[in-house]
């Protein structure tokens, strides 16, 4: 370059991840993985705007109304024109929301129940701080019906996500715990001794985080339960049960409370419908209440059984009123959310993941020579034609340059075509060694 | 719902296109199959963030000043705190100044010549106006390298946009023609005859939309060039080659002027590369100049033949310098890119999108009654663990309206499990009507 211009270093913003090419190959594997399960129950994908109307975040609000304000990113244009009277628009930060809008706005056009999967950005606008991300990655599964919504969905939901979450690449799955509860069985017991359910529960989601005596002193103190109020709440939620022993549930808790005795009946039901899973991979945990008052029935999360205190990294749950805001119809629906992002971030921390290759592909062509350019790209071609990624070196370069770089890219294959008539096509596994000759129109690689 | 509440009936927001689950299946289909064709030449993916800060955007600019100023998207959060001192971020208007970024930042860590794919969403806040959208997903490849970049990768881009565009479902291969120039050949006879290369490939950059009339209009009356000269312009730009008589254009405009012979070169190498293509795939053209200063030599644009005012649908070429805003090293760089919302929004309007299918499920698994779930539950996963998709009706309704459903949902087969032990598994084509026995463990779908 002939002149000197002055050069603005660009810095990694907080908060906006980003990957180097031999780590977003991985992240694409885990999407593609996380897709394929998805469509595997019969979810259809459906993607909608990266904003909505400030209008429509507002009429429904987000996890509690505070957030919403603090979190919202609004757009601005730079310069803005005169008369512009558009609707602000603000990034949506939730995928609950837009889906919300999406159902009450296609009604007729959708079919009911509507299974869909959602993989998009989402933007919360928090002050920068280590390991929080303002944009990241959210994979969502829900099912919405009118008027009501059958049990079997909410069985279907922990079996997906343990598809899911056990066989992704790096993912130590005897790791992995769902844990399930119902809202309903705390609900009643709280109505039962009288007490406030919505504070009662945020106490007690909060009980991982700060220990058992915290918690208690709270309900004692702030909320005035009594010493047995207390223990009956504990009681109940400090008992796990697997898939095979959820029936003593309701033997450990005889109740005459209508709502608790539902919530009985259906965690049972949803957990007897998951003893096909490995042991560990799912339990019944009445402490798991999620904070969120929006969820009525069935609730889940997802921890790390050596790491609880690192929170749920995939939660959801059941619930009565999906669109209300929007539309003049019960939609019930059921739903569970990977926070992908995190996911990927933590795994990748660890150290867990293959990231040696650079480039998708498959096989390195080498170029002998200028005059070899056209056979070398035909056998590029042929490779291609049969399904293979292929790279075509661009320069007549020294064989062990050209070598190099496929060892740089982390590309398990390098091909020479024959630097001159009646030879043979060669072929050289990068990472055994062995080279072999070898036909582009029938080569297949090791195994 | 006991309460009535206000409702906020949502409605479509200008400019930010949303599809329904059908028509989303066939945009995922075409965003595999470009992917996928990327792959197959050995790009890898890239992501950036959605946002760059604002003083990056403004350091490389974007295609000129001025709509950076007024299309650029800013964020604003909702309610700022106190002392929020975070740099201004902006929505990207596209992925060349991510990328220039991108390789700035992390340019020790990539392997050069530098292939990668990016496929994300881009904002443009223009006011809205029908048929312009202001969030839309481009699908870009671009090929970077230090100091030079070999002339292989000019003819390379044509050949994969081909392969990628001619096989997009619902896409008709004959009305689509790549056109490829390089504007050194113009540049040069500009610089020959001592006129403004800038303004006078700003004229003809229109020549399409406005006519041979007004071009030789604005070059005689507003930029001064004599009838000679405009003819010897024209000369130029209205011969087309195809890769078989390209040869043709250095015997057609023979030049002692450097710059103008080697673009023709460059033309004639990158062409003849394309030999391969159908007739009538690529054609040299050399009224494309691409309004950019940007582009330094080979420049690509696609049309429909049926109806080239509508503009290109692929657009890109080769640039010297990509990011010396951001870093001091020499970058050039050669890319193309697809406006990919455009392209699938025509095609859909044109109604050549087949959008049957609502649900990804090769299969509807009956539930004959409540007492064989567990045994429709068990066909399903059978089927699932050989790879097909497979929803499972969740109520033990009638068979008529598990069909009924399955036929909505554009479902192409149905499974009836035996409702009694020691009868068949059945499975209904529901195109040809055809119901055969069939066992879940080795049942494949006909051809």
Known sequence: MSEKKSIY?????????????????????????IRETFERYGFCSIETPSVEELD???????????????EVYVLERLHKEDG????????????????????AQHFNDLVFPFKRYQ???????????AGRFREFTQCDIDVINIDSLPLHFDAEMPAIIWEVLSSLPGMEKEKIQIRVSNRKILMGLLHEIDADPDEVMRAIDKIEKVGKEA??????????????????????IENKYTPKDIFKLSENNSSSNFLMNEGMKELINVMQSLSHLPEGAVVADLSIVR??????????????????SYGSICSGGRYDDLASSYINKALPGVGISIGFSRLFARILDKGALNTTRKSPADVLVVLPSEDRRTLAAQTAQILRSRGFKVE???????????????SRKGIPYVWFPPFEDGLDHEVKNMDSGEQTKADPKDWSPDE
């Open 9 to 33: 270093k660009p810095k990694p913003v907080s908060g906006f991840p980003e990957w180097l090419p031999e780590v977003r190959m991985v992240e694409q594997r885990w999407l593609d993985h």
């Open 56 to 70: 429509v975040i507002k009429a429904k609000g987000g996890d509690d109304g505070a957030d919403v304000d603090k």
């Open 84 to 103: 512009d009277k558009d609707a602000r628009l603000a990034l949506h930060f939730d995928q609950t929301v837009p889906l919300a809008r999406y159902t």
């Open 119 to 129: 993989m998009q950005r989402v933007w919360r606008g928090e002050r920068p701080q």
């Open 215 to 236: 918690t208690y002193s709270i309900l004692e103190n702030e909320l005035y339960l009594s010493g047995v109020e207390i223990d009956s709440v504990f009681s109940l």
């Open 291 to 308: 904070g969120l008052d929006y969820y009525t029935g069935t609730v889940y999360e997802t921890v790390f059984l050596d790491d609880p």
């Open 392 to 406: 075509l070196y661009h320069a007549p370069k020294k064989t062990g340059d050209q070598m190099k770089f496929a």
